[in-house]
């Protein structure tokens, strides 16, 4: 009983302390080390993404404190679980900047985690970056459609995929026509396709066959049968493996050897199986990052990380590494450990090299950033190339 | 587009409709039996095929089985399965109102949806190929060995299914149940046998199904049987409920139509004609293509 009571006044006390401390300005009290926050998918369903991103975050906080820190201090991570769920990503992040005292918020990954905190560290004043969240809303108010001052993240948003793959589609495989298939039961993929469709038709091709199909559907032959008489030298395809798989198979086996693309809902392990290996030759995706690419900065990460933690870096990790340094950089040309400067140099980052490709945030707090295309070959995923925006 | 390249793909698009209808009309078969014979739309069935592809998956992954054992193995768990479900779930209703024992019924297809993704996870599966797709074009058309095999096996079970129920001792019990289930009962038929050995047979007939799409498509997940569970109710109705003959014909008729929908019209109002027929059917002929309009005894 005594001992609760004495953990009860210390919680009391340290959160009213907490509070005092923020009412004078921030974590600034503290003279060696810098906190800053993360807000990430310790447990459930999405566990695997917050453990790849605490693991980068710490690797990267590791390297820069070998190197002395930023402004000669220390930086110290918090981690705060946010269980996977949207109302426990709020609480986390209340946690974070009122009881912390942290500086800056890294996470969480889900779109709809991110959107449902972000109330609470727009007031606090204190900046998030997301290194996954995919959704528009991150960074932008739903209701206003003004940009969330204290928002912002690494990974470029959706549709953006369709631009980098239509340049893709023209510049190095030359095509000049393409057919798109359109999943369209989901917005990820409807935002892609039509991304794709304009830029394509600006760099001078031409739109064949526009279909779309649902998912849970198997049967895409009476389709692709259909695209395939509109003779496209390009096939389209921005959904998820599910079906992706299923479309690349039927349409060989119709003969269409076209190549055929779509975005990182292609990414997994599972294409090969239900696609074949054969069949998925002459197939592209785009993504976020690929641990083959050559730049010396991803090669140190990667040959870290794999010493680190025994397994090659996911997506989650590169970009959460991304978003560690971004945090470390904009702590650095503030020159300050208060919030709001360090959210004004975040704004100003300009041209920022990171594993994932270089960042210059826009308007929106959106990442302008490279994207790679991956092929598929044998089976196997290969880095093709990287675009630029 | 010229007349020949309009022609090749009407034929291209009419194999396509084959192919899709003749899996329609494998599941829409055993449908259309549990109908014919209890006057029960079981809306499990579409998930008893999806357990077929799985105990289909297992015989093939874990024991090794090739085509032919893997598939007789999953109709015959399929078919334990039926009964099992037809014991629990419906026996118990069977004096209920016909509306009981349909929510019943929709209650055990969830019951098997989601247990099924307790138990085997949500991801799909990837189906090893027990026999291999060979490809053959017939001048600019693409027909696929496996389209054919599932077309013939469809032929086929439909063929013993109309035997059993025309020839055999069963046969003639589960007609004379559908006819008149007390006065079977009184002419001292085990109704209880009659009705598990109808959803054994059943069960069977859509596990033959799931395993053939699982090989075909070579992917199954614990949710695959919803919407062909529901488009093979539609084919069953355009067949003629009730009626074997009337669910092959009315299966192909429904891949046929999407298939010409998605391919000449727009692969969006696909979901749109196979539904479109139903109501189309319910409202000009609810007793279907096969159907003699009697009136029911009341």
Known sequence: MKRVSKVLTALVLGTVLAGLAAGCGGGEKKADTIKVGANLEMTGGSASYGISSKNAIELAFKEINEKGGINGKQLELVVADNKSEAAEATNAMQKLVSQDNVVAVIGPNL???????????????????????????????????????????????????????????????????????????????????????????????????????????????????????????????????????????????????????????????????????????????????????????????????????????????????????LVAEAIKNAGSTEPAKISEAMAKINGFSGVSGSVTFDDKHNPVKSAVILEYKDGAQSLKTKINP | MDMGSLLHQFLQQLINGISLGSIYALIALGYTMIYGILKLINFAHGDIYMLGAYFGFVATTMFGFSFLPAILFAMACAAVAGIIIERIAYRPMRNA????????????????????????????????????????????????????????????????LTYIVQYTKIGKAMRAVSFDADAARLMGINIDRVISATFALGSALAAAGGVLVGIYYNSIDPLMGMVPGIKAFVAAVLGGIGIIPGAMVGGIILGVVEAMVSGFISSTFRDAAAFGILIIILLYKPAGIFGKNVREKV
Not at chain 1, 206 to 214: H, I, P, Q, R
Not at chain 1, 225 to 235: E, R, S, V, Y
Not at chain 1, 245 to 264: W, Y
Not at chain 2, 113 to 123: C, D, K, R
């Open chain 1, 111 to 325: 779109s709809s985690s991110v959107i449902a905190a972000s109330a609470i560290n727009n007031s606090a004043k204190v900046l998030d970056i997301a290194p996954m969240a995919t959704n528009p809303y991150v960074t932008v108010d739903q209701a206003s459609g003004k940009t969330k001052d204290f928002n912002y993240r690494t990974c470029f948003i959706d549709p953006f995929q369709g631009t980098v793959m239509a340049k893709f589609a023209t510049a190095e495989l030359g095509v000049g026509n393409a057919a798109v298939l359109i999943d369209n039961s989901s917005d990820y993929a409807k935002g892609l396709a039509q991304f794709f469709k304009e830029n394509f038709v600006k760099e001078g091709g031409a739109v064949t066959a526009e279909e779309s199909y649902l998912q849970k559907d198997t049967d895409f032959k009476a389709t692709l049968t259909k695209i395939k008489a509109t003779n496209p030298d390009f096939l389209y395809v921005p959904g998820y493996y599910q079906e992706v798989g299923l479309i690349v198979k039927q349409a060989r086996e119709l003969g269409m050897n076209m190549p055929i693309a779509g975005g990182d809902g292609w990414d997994s392990a599972k294409m090969p199986e239900i696609a074949g290996a054969a069949a998925l030759n002459n197939t592209y995706f785009s993504s976020l990052y690929s641990p083959e690419d050559s730049s010396d900065i991803n090669k140190n990460f990667v040959a870290a990380y794999e010493k680190a933690y025994g397994q090659k870096p996911d997506v989650f990790a590169a970009l959460s590494y991304d978003s560690a340094l």
């Open chain 2, 97 to 160: 109102p016909r509306i009981a024992i349909l929510i019943t019924a929709i209650g055990v297809s969830f019951l098997l949806e989601y247990g099924m993704m307790l138990i085997a996870t949500p991801q799909p599966r990837t189906f090893p190929a027990v026999f291999s797709a060979d490809v053959y074009h017939l001048g600019p058309l693409v027909v696929n060995s496996q389209q054919v095999v599932i077309l013939v096996s469809a032929i086929i079970l439909m063929a013993v």
